[in-house]
Protein backbone atom coordinates (compact mmCIF):
# COMPACT_ATOMS: atom_id res chain seq x y z
CA UNK A 1 0.00 0.00 0.00
CA UNK A 2 1.46 3.29 -0.80
CA UNK A 3 1.79 5.69 2.10
CA UNK A 4 0.23 8.34 1.67
CA UNK A 5 1.96 10.60 3.72
CA UNK A 6 4.93 10.86 1.07
CA UNK A 7 3.74 13.96 -0.49
CA UNK A 8 7.27 13.96 -2.20
CA UNK A 9 8.18 10.38 -3.49
CA UNK A 10 8.61 10.00 -6.57
CA UNK A 11 5.88 7.71 -8.67
CA UNK A 12 7.04 6.39 -11.71
CA UNK A 13 3.44 4.81 -12.13
CA UNK A 14 3.10 8.73 -13.58
CA UNK A 15 5.59 8.05 -16.22
CA UNK A 16 6.11 7.00 -20.15
CA UNK A 17 2.38 7.27 -21.05
CA UNK A 18 1.12 9.46 -24.15
CA UNK A 19 -0.94 12.57 -23.97
CA UNK A 20 -2.91 13.69 -27.28
CA UNK A 21 -2.27 17.55 -26.36
CA UNK A 22 0.75 19.48 -26.80
CA UNK A 23 1.84 21.46 -23.91
CA UNK A 24 2.42 24.95 -23.39
CA UNK A 25 6.63 25.01 -24.31
CA UNK A 26 8.60 25.61 -20.20
CA UNK A 27 10.01 28.54 -21.95
CA UNK A 28 7.32 30.23 -22.39
CA UNK A 29 6.49 30.84 -18.84
CA UNK A 30 7.83 32.99 -16.50
CA UNK A 31 9.33 31.21 -13.35
CA UNK A 32 9.99 33.20 -10.41
CA UNK A 33 13.18 33.04 -8.27
CA UNK A 34 12.95 30.49 -5.04
CA UNK A 35 12.78 31.79 -1.42
CA UNK A 36 15.77 31.80 0.98
CA UNK A 37 16.15 32.30 4.09
CA UNK A 38 16.26 35.75 5.38
CA UNK A 39 14.14 36.96 2.39
CA UNK A 40 11.74 39.41 2.71
CA UNK A 41 7.70 38.79 1.88
CA UNK A 42 5.56 41.53 0.81
CA UNK A 43 2.41 41.31 2.39
CA UNK A 44 -0.61 42.69 0.32
CA UNK A 45 -4.37 42.69 0.51
CA UNK A 46 -5.84 43.13 -2.83
CA UNK A 47 -8.86 42.12 -1.68
CA UNK A 48 -10.80 42.59 1.88
CA UNK A 49 -9.59 44.67 4.67
CA UNK A 50 -7.91 43.38 8.13
CA UNK A 51 -9.52 45.38 10.69
CA UNK A 52 -7.58 43.88 13.71
CA UNK A 53 -3.36 45.11 13.76
CA UNK A 54 -3.10 41.92 16.10
CA UNK A 55 -3.48 39.61 12.86
CA UNK A 56 -0.88 41.08 10.94
CA UNK A 57 1.81 40.92 13.83
CA UNK A 58 0.95 37.09 13.98
CA UNK A 59 1.14 36.59 10.00
CA UNK A 60 4.87 38.20 10.61
CA UNK A 61 5.67 36.37 13.65
CA UNK A 62 4.57 33.11 11.64
CA UNK A 63 6.96 34.30 8.56
CA UNK A 64 9.95 34.91 11.02
CA UNK A 65 9.34 31.35 11.97
CA UNK A 66 9.90 30.13 8.77
CA UNK A 67 13.48 32.43 8.79
CA UNK A 68 11.62 35.33 6.22
CA UNK A 69 10.92 38.71 7.32
CA UNK A 70 7.82 40.52 6.07
CA UNK A 71 7.40 44.26 4.58
CA UNK A 72 3.46 45.50 4.78
CA UNK A 73 2.20 46.85 1.16
CA UNK A 74 1.38 50.96 2.02
CA UNK A 75 -2.43 49.94 2.03
CA UNK A 76 -2.07 47.13 4.82
CA UNK A 77 -5.40 47.85 7.12
CA UNK A 78 -6.73 50.45 4.85
CA UNK A 79 -10.49 50.10 4.82
CA UNK A 80 -12.84 51.07 1.70
CA UNK A 81 -15.87 49.80 2.66
CA UNK A 82 -15.31 46.36 2.99
CA UNK A 83 -11.77 46.75 1.16
CA UNK A 84 -8.58 47.23 2.11
CA UNK A 85 -8.52 50.59 0.48
CA UNK A 86 -9.73 51.70 -3.05
CA UNK A 87 -9.40 49.96 -6.07
CA UNK A 88 -6.04 51.79 -7.26
CA UNK A 89 -4.32 51.93 -3.65
CA UNK A 90 -4.98 47.92 -3.51
CA UNK A 91 -3.50 48.29 -7.05
CA UNK A 92 -0.65 49.98 -6.34
CA UNK A 93 0.43 47.98 -3.18
CA UNK A 94 0.46 45.01 -5.56
CA UNK A 95 3.00 46.80 -7.76
CA UNK A 96 4.79 48.37 -5.19
CA UNK A 97 5.56 44.74 -4.01
CA UNK A 98 6.76 44.07 -7.21
CA UNK A 99 8.78 46.45 -8.16
CA UNK A 100 10.32 46.33 -4.68
CA UNK A 101 14.09 45.39 -5.32
CA UNK A 102 14.13 44.49 -1.06
CA UNK A 103 11.04 41.93 -1.80
CA UNK A 104 11.69 38.52 -2.93
CA UNK A 105 7.71 37.37 -2.96
CA UNK A 106 4.29 38.20 -2.53
CA UNK A 107 1.86 37.10 0.38
CA UNK A 108 -1.82 38.06 0.51
CA UNK A 109 -2.54 38.61 4.61
CA UNK A 110 -6.24 37.50 3.21
CA UNK A 111 -8.88 36.89 0.42
CA UNK A 112 -12.46 37.43 0.44
CA UNK A 113 -13.59 40.12 -2.44
CA UNK A 114 -12.48 42.67 -4.13
CA UNK A 115 -8.91 41.04 -6.31
CA UNK A 116 -11.05 40.98 -9.59
CA UNK A 117 -11.30 45.16 -9.48
CA UNK A 118 -8.02 45.60 -9.27
CA UNK A 119 -6.93 43.82 -12.57
CA UNK A 120 -6.73 46.83 -14.70
CA UNK A 121 -4.54 48.79 -12.41
CA UNK A 122 -1.75 46.20 -12.28
CA UNK A 123 1.46 46.82 -14.39
CA UNK A 124 2.20 43.54 -15.88
CA UNK A 125 5.17 45.11 -18.06
CA UNK A 126 6.51 45.78 -14.07
CA UNK A 127 5.79 41.62 -13.52
CA UNK A 128 7.31 40.67 -16.78
CA UNK A 129 10.41 42.45 -16.15
CA UNK A 130 10.03 41.21 -11.81
CA UNK A 131 8.78 38.05 -11.30
CA UNK A 132 8.04 37.13 -7.90
CA UNK A 133 6.03 34.17 -6.06
CA UNK A 134 2.96 35.64 -5.42
CA UNK A 135 1.04 33.38 -3.05
CA UNK A 136 -2.66 32.64 -1.54
CA UNK A 137 -6.06 31.30 -2.39
CA UNK A 138 -9.48 31.40 -3.23
CA UNK A 139 -10.12 35.02 -3.78
CA UNK A 140 -6.62 35.80 -4.60
CA UNK A 141 -7.73 33.22 -8.04
CA UNK A 142 -8.43 36.45 -10.00
CA UNK A 143 -4.28 37.66 -9.56
CA UNK A 144 -2.88 34.54 -10.07
CA UNK A 145 -5.15 33.72 -13.24
CA UNK A 146 -4.60 37.75 -14.57
CA UNK A 147 -0.67 37.15 -14.03
CA UNK A 148 -0.94 33.83 -16.12
CA UNK A 149 -2.54 35.56 -18.83
CA UNK A 150 -1.07 38.61 -19.15
CA UNK A 151 2.65 38.05 -18.15
CA UNK A 152 2.59 34.23 -18.12
CA UNK A 153 3.85 34.15 -14.26
CA UNK A 154 3.91 31.15 -12.70
CA UNK A 155 2.46 31.62 -8.91
CA UNK A 156 1.23 29.66 -6.03
CA UNK A 157 -2.32 28.44 -5.12
CA UNK A 158 -1.71 28.32 -1.36
CA UNK A 159 -2.48 29.27 2.32
CA UNK A 160 -2.70 33.18 2.92
CA UNK A 161 -0.90 34.77 5.25
CA UNK A 162 -3.69 33.92 8.20
CA UNK A 163 -4.24 30.40 7.41
CA UNK A 164 -2.84 28.09 10.02
CA UNK A 165 0.79 27.45 8.10
CA UNK A 166 0.47 23.71 9.86
CA UNK A 167 2.58 20.72 9.02
CA UNK A 168 0.75 19.51 6.20
CA UNK A 169 0.68 23.16 4.80
CA UNK A 170 4.60 23.36 5.18
CA UNK A 171 5.20 19.73 3.58
CA UNK A 172 4.80 20.95 -0.10
CA UNK A 173 4.80 24.61 1.15
CA UNK A 174 8.96 24.52 2.01
CA UNK A 175 10.17 22.29 -0.94
CA UNK A 176 8.28 23.86 -3.80
CA UNK A 177 9.35 27.45 -2.63
CA UNK A 178 12.67 27.19 -1.28
CA UNK A 179 14.14 24.44 -2.77
CA UNK A 180 12.58 23.95 -6.56
CA UNK A 181 11.53 20.34 -5.58
CA UNK A 182 9.07 18.31 -8.03
CA UNK A 183 6.88 16.94 -5.37
CA UNK A 184 4.40 14.31 -6.05
CA UNK A 185 1.02 15.13 -4.33
CA UNK A 186 -0.89 12.69 -2.25
CA UNK A 187 -3.64 13.48 0.40
CA UNK A 188 -2.35 12.98 4.07
CA UNK A 189 -3.61 10.03 5.69
CA UNK A 190 -6.18 11.01 8.50
CA UNK A 191 -5.74 9.41 11.91
CA UNK A 192 -9.58 7.85 12.39
CA UNK A 193 -9.84 4.93 14.47
CA UNK A 194 -11.70 3.54 11.88
CA UNK A 195 -11.40 0.13 9.84
CA UNK A 196 -11.56 1.98 6.60
CA UNK A 197 -10.49 5.95 6.06
CA UNK A 198 -13.25 7.91 5.83
CA UNK A 199 -11.72 11.50 5.77
CA UNK A 200 -9.54 12.94 2.73
CA UNK A 201 -10.30 10.01 0.23
CA UNK A 202 -10.20 10.69 -3.00
CA UNK A 203 -12.96 9.39 -5.49
CA UNK A 204 -11.95 8.68 -9.55
CA UNK A 205 -14.52 10.07 -11.90
CA UNK A 206 -12.91 9.10 -15.19
CA UNK A 207 -9.82 7.10 -14.54
CA UNK A 208 -6.54 7.40 -16.78
CA UNK A 209 -3.46 9.48 -16.85
CA UNK A 210 -2.92 13.29 -18.08
CA UNK A 211 -0.27 15.49 -18.43
CA UNK A 212 -1.03 19.64 -18.39
CA UNK A 213 -0.50 23.01 -17.21
CA UNK A 214 -2.22 23.60 -13.90
CA UNK A 215 -4.83 25.77 -14.05
CA UNK A 216 -7.93 27.12 -11.78
CA UNK A 217 -8.56 27.74 -8.48
CA UNK A 218 -11.84 29.06 -6.48
CA UNK A 219 -14.60 28.21 -8.90
CA UNK A 220 -16.68 30.76 -8.51
CA UNK A 221 -13.75 33.38 -8.76
CA UNK A 222 -12.55 31.45 -12.07
CA UNK A 223 -16.05 31.58 -13.63
CA UNK A 224 -16.46 35.50 -13.43
CA UNK A 225 -13.58 35.96 -15.21
CA UNK A 226 -14.57 34.27 -18.21
CA UNK A 227 -15.09 36.79 -21.65
CA UNK A 228 -12.41 39.18 -19.60
CA UNK A 229 -9.01 39.79 -21.04
CA UNK A 230 -7.65 38.26 -17.65
CA UNK A 231 -8.22 34.38 -18.13
CA UNK A 232 -5.24 32.63 -19.58
CA UNK A 233 -5.88 29.66 -22.32
CA UNK A 234 -7.04 26.48 -20.75
CA UNK A 235 -6.12 24.37 -23.98
CA UNK A 236 -4.06 21.24 -23.29
CA UNK A 237 -4.40 22.63 -19.59
CA UNK A 238 -5.18 20.55 -16.18
CA UNK A 239 -8.38 22.46 -14.39
CA UNK A 240 -8.53 22.42 -10.97
CA UNK A 241 -10.94 23.78 -8.85
CA UNK A 242 -12.21 24.21 -5.17
CA UNK A 243 -15.10 26.71 -3.16
CA UNK A 244 -17.15 27.35 -0.13
CA UNK A 245 -20.56 28.10 0.40
CA UNK A 246 -21.94 27.80 -2.55
CA UNK A 247 -25.40 25.47 -2.83
CA UNK A 248 -25.17 22.91 -5.33
CA UNK A 249 -27.44 24.29 -8.25
CA UNK A 250 -24.81 27.35 -8.12
CA UNK A 251 -22.05 24.75 -8.78
CA UNK A 252 -23.65 23.67 -11.50
CA UNK A 253 -24.59 27.05 -12.97
CA UNK A 254 -21.00 27.75 -12.90
CA UNK A 255 -19.73 24.51 -14.57
CA UNK A 256 -22.51 24.68 -17.01
CA UNK A 257 -21.03 28.25 -17.99
CA UNK A 258 -17.29 26.93 -18.69
CA UNK A 259 -18.57 24.52 -20.45
CA UNK A 260 -20.62 26.53 -22.64
CA UNK A 261 -17.66 29.26 -22.70
CA UNK A 262 -15.62 25.90 -24.66
CA UNK A 263 -13.49 25.83 -21.45
CA UNK A 264 -14.03 22.33 -20.26
CA UNK A 265 -13.87 20.67 -23.40
CA UNK A 266 -10.23 22.39 -24.00
CA UNK A 267 -8.63 20.29 -20.80
CA UNK A 268 -7.12 17.26 -20.59
CA UNK A 269 -7.35 16.64 -17.25
CA UNK A 270 -9.46 17.88 -13.95
CA UNK A 271 -8.57 17.90 -10.23
CA UNK A 272 -11.56 18.83 -8.06
CA UNK A 273 -10.45 20.24 -4.72
CA UNK A 274 -13.25 20.71 -1.56
CA UNK A 275 -16.40 22.37 -1.76
CA UNK A 276 -16.38 22.53 1.91
CA UNK A 277 -20.49 23.63 2.87
CA UNK A 278 -21.61 23.17 -0.53
CA UNK A 279 -24.60 21.72 0.28
CA UNK A 280 -27.77 20.71 -1.97
CA UNK A 281 -30.77 23.37 -1.77
CA UNK A 282 -33.50 20.78 -0.76
CA UNK A 283 -33.46 17.42 0.79
CA UNK A 284 -35.36 15.69 -1.61
CA UNK A 285 -35.87 16.04 -4.89
CA UNK A 286 -32.29 17.49 -5.56
CA UNK A 287 -29.09 16.80 -7.35
CA UNK A 288 -25.69 16.03 -4.98
CA UNK A 289 -22.29 17.42 -5.33
CA UNK A 290 -21.05 14.36 -6.77
CA UNK A 291 -24.11 13.81 -9.29
CA UNK A 292 -23.49 17.67 -10.67
CA UNK A 293 -19.56 16.73 -11.09
CA UNK A 294 -20.82 13.61 -13.05
CA UNK A 295 -22.92 15.19 -15.08
CA UNK A 296 -20.08 17.80 -16.21
CA UNK A 297 -17.06 16.01 -15.94
CA UNK A 298 -17.76 12.32 -17.19
CA UNK A 299 -19.14 13.30 -20.64
CA UNK A 300 -15.76 15.17 -21.13
CA UNK A 301 -13.90 11.51 -21.29
CA UNK A 302 -10.72 12.94 -19.68
CA UNK A 303 -9.07 11.37 -16.67
CA UNK A 304 -10.78 13.03 -13.52
CA UNK A 305 -10.82 12.64 -9.70
CA UNK A 306 -12.28 14.73 -6.59
CA UNK A 307 -11.49 15.22 -3.04
CA UNK A 308 -7.75 16.37 -3.64
CA UNK A 309 -6.35 18.01 -0.58
CA UNK A 310 -7.29 21.56 -2.24
CA UNK A 311 -9.75 24.50 -0.73
CA UNK A 312 -10.74 25.92 2.08
CA UNK A 313 -9.26 24.03 4.62
CA UNK A 314 -7.49 24.19 7.91
CA UNK A 315 -4.32 22.86 5.79
CA UNK A 316 -4.07 22.69 1.76
CA UNK A 317 -1.03 21.79 -0.92
CA UNK A 318 0.56 24.63 -2.32
CA UNK A 319 0.41 24.40 -5.97
CA UNK A 320 2.55 25.97 -8.76
CA UNK A 321 -0.24 28.01 -10.80
CA UNK A 322 0.52 27.38 -14.08
CA UNK A 323 2.78 24.68 -13.70
CA UNK A 324 3.58 21.55 -15.51
CA UNK A 325 2.14 18.47 -13.89
CA UNK A 326 1.32 14.82 -14.49
CA UNK A 327 -1.75 13.12 -12.93
CA UNK A 328 -3.54 10.21 -12.11
CA UNK A 329 -7.11 9.32 -11.38
CA UNK A 330 -6.77 5.99 -10.25
CA UNK A 331 -4.40 7.10 -7.34
CA UNK A 332 -6.10 10.51 -6.81
CA UNK A 333 -2.77 12.20 -6.96
CA UNK A 334 -0.64 14.03 -9.70
CA UNK A 335 3.16 15.24 -9.94
CA UNK A 336 5.52 18.12 -10.76
CA UNK A 337 7.36 17.49 -13.65
CA UNK A 338 9.56 21.02 -13.60
CA UNK A 339 10.69 22.94 -11.20
CA UNK A 340 8.37 25.87 -10.29
CA UNK A 341 10.73 28.24 -8.89
CA UNK A 342 14.55 29.24 -10.78
Not at 18 to 44: C, E, H, N
Not at 183 to 194: C, G, Q, V, W
Amino acid sequence: MMDRRQFLAGSSALVGFPFAQAQTPSSSVLRPPRLRPGDTIGLIEPASATFDPFTISLIEEALANLGLTAKRAPNILDRDGYFAGSDQARAEGVNAMFADPDVAALLSVRGGWGAARILPFLDYDLVRRSPKALIGYSDITALQLALHARARLISFHGPVGVSAWGEDSLRTFKPLLFEGATPTYINPLAEEDRLVQTRWRTQTLTPGRAQGRLLGGNLTVLSTLVGTPYLPSFEGAILFFEDIGEAVYRVDRMLTQLGQAGILGRLSGIIVGHCTDCAPSSTYGGFTLSEVLGHHLKPLGVPAYSGAFIGHLRDQFTLPQGGLIEMDADQGSFRLLEPAVL
